[in-house]
């Protein structure tokens, strides 16, 4: 039973960090690829970074190069996303998923978590 856990969303102004993460479990974790999604309101869902769990070779969306920054920790299961100099415009619901490597097709999301920039 494939299980992904999200946490670390919260309230913060603009110019703040805020660091998510996302607890893995039932699968291998090694040698997947995992991704950040977010969606904002009224918006559609997008694709923020992704990460091949083996390599450690990473993918963002360049709404957010050089702002945030995915990794992971496979000793723990755990995937992160570090989100520097927020804008309101990054306020928006954030997803953990596991992703078919090379593209932004999810095979298993997580419940998400809220983050508000404000």
């Known amino acids: 039973h494939v299980q992904l856990v999200e946490s670390g969303g919260g309230l913060v102004q603009p110019g703040e960090s805020l660091r998510l993460s996302c607890a893995a479990s039932g699968y291998t974790y090694n040698r997947n690829c995992m991704a950040w999604f977010r969606q904002a309101p009224g918006k559609e869902r997008e694709g923020v970074a992704r990460?091949?769990?083996?390599?450690?070779?990473?993918y963002y969306a360049d709404s957010v190069k050089g702002r945030f920054t995915i990794s992971r920790d496979n000793a723990k299961n755990t995937l992160y996303l570090q989100m520097n100099s927020l804008k309101p415009e990054d306020t928006a619901i954030y997803y953990c998923?596991?992703?078919?490597?090379?593209?932004?097709?999810?095979?298993?999301w997580g419940q998400g978590t809220q983050v508000t920039v404000s």
């Open positions: 990460i091949y769990t083996g390599s450690g070779n990473t």
């Open positions: 998923a596991r992703v078919t490597c090379g593209s932004w097709t999810v095979t298993y």
